[in-house]
T-cell receptor, first 114, second 115 residues
Framework: GAGVSQTPSNKVTEKGKYVELRCDPI?????LYWYRQSLGQGPEFLIY????????DSGLPNDRFFAVRPEGSVSTLKIQRTERGDSAVYLC????????????FGPGTRLTVL | AQKVTQAQTEISVVEKEDVTLDCVYE???????LFWYKQPPSGELVFLIR??????QNEISGRYSWNFQKSTSSFNFTITASQVVDSAVYFC????????????FGKGTHLIIQP
């Protein structure tokens, strides 16, 4: 079946702009995660959804970052007033049920803030 | 907080050699899960294995094998008879039983298999 998909694959924006990154999880997966990967580093956890609710948003770096999953499937990561330091690859993952289940990752969105 | 250390930043071997990627972890939880992921040049993380803290049995899958030792907090990954297609960045990761804070990844080991 289809894996996790993310759009866009690349996003270039200017400092101060607003961006939205979309994630479509594997069909039937109830848990969804966002991670951020900087060059030469491992992914860093941002937020975890179980169904429609954010079960753990402890990794969001500040209040410019927000994510939603209104119908328990597709999720959108929103970044306001982007900064150059937000440039990274944003990865989405999903798992069948809980957070300790195996997480399957999408191809990521490469965000570049000029 | 948990921590995962992959001390080998980059390893380069010639095809058909065996290679071991090291992973050392730190956690105060008694229940946790360990993972290995492969990130080829295309960038997508590919799941390789999941192991829970109560299962110390080693595992073999084709040319891949994993050695989990709680006594040394290590979860090492060996590729036997390496192939050029094994070239990638490999990440070790840990999540605690309650799941809070998501997966904690190491910095990755860049494996280069030369023909």
């Amino acid at each position: 079946g289809a894996g996790v998909s993310q759009t866009p694959s690349n996003k270039v924006t200017e400092k101060g702009k607003y961006v939205e990154l979309r994630c479509d999880p594997i069909s039937g997966h109830t848990a969804l995660y966002w991670y951020r990967q900087s060059l030469g580093q491992g992914p860093e956890f941002l937020i975890y959804f179980q169904g429609t609710g954010a079960a753990d948003d402890s990794g969001l770096p500040n209040d410019r970052f927000f994510a939603v999953r209104p119908e328990g499937s597709v999720s959108t990561l929103k970044i306001q007033r982007t900064e150059r330091g937000d440039s990274a690859v944003y990865l989405c993952a999903s798992s069948l049920m809980g957070i300790t289940d195996t997480q399957y990752f999408g191809p990521g969105t490469r965000l570049t803030v000029l | 907080a948990q921590k995962v250390t992959q001390a080998q930043t980059e390893i380069s071997v010639v095809e058909k050699e065996d290679v071991t990627l090291d992973c050392v972890y730190e956690t105060r939880d008694t229940t946790y899960y360990l993972f290995w992921y492969k990130q080829p040049p295309s960038g997508e993380l590919v799941f390789l294995i999941r192991r829970n803290s109560f299962d110390e049995q080693n595992e073999i899958s084709g040319r891949y094998s994993w050695n989990f030792q709680k006594s040394t907090s290590s979860f090492n990954f060996t590729i036997t008879a390496s192939q050029v297609v094994d070239s990638a960045v490999y990440f070790c990761a840990l999540i605690k039983g309650g799941g809070a804070d998501g997966l904690t990844f190491g910095k990755g080991t860049h494996l280069i298999i030369q023909p």
